[in-house]
């Protein structure tokens, strides 16, 4: 173990010494395969998640982490003139950051609401009891009904599972996550999602203070250029919707 443990400091440190530009394009290349091989082999091994949802047709669900931010109102207003529905994962506690009624607006514009915990952190680190307390905390923080949920952190365990489901909710987590929480190059944000995307993809960005500025640019560059190729982009429920007949499966 500890030679194996002294292995893999010895690659971490081989790669933090790499150029960012030379390290952001091993991942790039390394993302394709990886993620083809994970969409194979967690849906059937975690039916309870949703990664993502291979019948939808070219349909792609793209949600949002963490927001509300003090300058969120500019996410949905691009989101408006893209003409493209969204699902919002929000915390509790970043209402008092967010513009005045971001939430009603943002329903009001076609966007799905999620429940992603009242503390931005990390959610599988909770006992029972504190993680429902915070689950039942956003419900009233945000007011509207939510089906769906996204650990802080992205980690979840079997007895979070269990929660879930008895509270009537869904754990989502996604396909295509291009770590813009690692603040990335813009460049890399745009090739991940135009490289990986696929039917019936759902695609994971922030609204943070330090992130949104990618998203807005991320989206601003890579939304008309997934429509040209025939996507078509849908919040959670509508990429599981039964309809997606007309949105016939080509290869991505």
């Given amino acids: 173990m500890a030679i194996a443990g002294m292995g893999a400091m010895a690659v971490r440190s081989r790669l933090l010494a790499m150029p960012v530009g030379l390290l952001c394009g091993v ?3 390394a993302s394709c395969p990886l993620l083809a091989l994970a969409r194979r082999l967690l849906p059937p091994l975690l039916p309870a998640v ?31 003139e893209l003409q493209v529905p969204a699902t919002l ?3 509790g506690d970043h209402l ?6 971001f939430v009603v607006r943002a329903l009001a514009g076609g966007h799905q609401i999620g429940n992603h915990m009242q503390v931005d952190g990390v959610s599988a680190r909770l006992d ?6 915070q689950l039942l905390a956003t419900e009233r923080a945000l007011q509207v009904p939510m089906r769906w949920f996204r650990p802080g952190g ?6 979070m599972l269990r929660q ?8 989502a987590l996604g396909s295509l996550f291009p770590l813009d929480t690692t603040h990335p190059p813009a460049w890399f944000l745009c090739r991940f999602l135009l490289l990986n995307a696929h039917p019936g993809g759902v695609i994971v960005l922030h609204d ?41 499966a080509d290869p991505a």
């Fill in 27 to 29: 991942l790039l290349l």
């Fill in 89 to 91: 994962f929000l915390i």
């Fill in 208 to 248: 943070r203070p330090d992130t949104l500025p990618a998203t807005l640019h991320t989206l601003r560059r890579v939304v008309p250029l997934l429509q040209h190729r025939g996507y078509r982009f849908v919040t959670l429920d509508g990429l599981l919707q039964q309809d997606a007949a007309r949105d016939a």
């Fill in 128 to 133: 029972g009891a504190s993680f429902s307390a």
């Fill in 154 to 159: 992205g980690w979840f365990h079997r007895p």
């Fill in 164 to 171: 879930l489901q008895a509270a009537g909710y869904r754990l």
């Fill in 96 to 101: 008092e950051r967010g513009p005045a009624g």
């Fill in 50 to 80: 949703l990664f993502c949802a291979p019948g939808a047709g070219r349909r792609l669900a793209l949600t949002i982490d963490d927001g509300p931010s003090p300058r969120s109102d500019q996410l949905l207003d691009l989101l408006r």
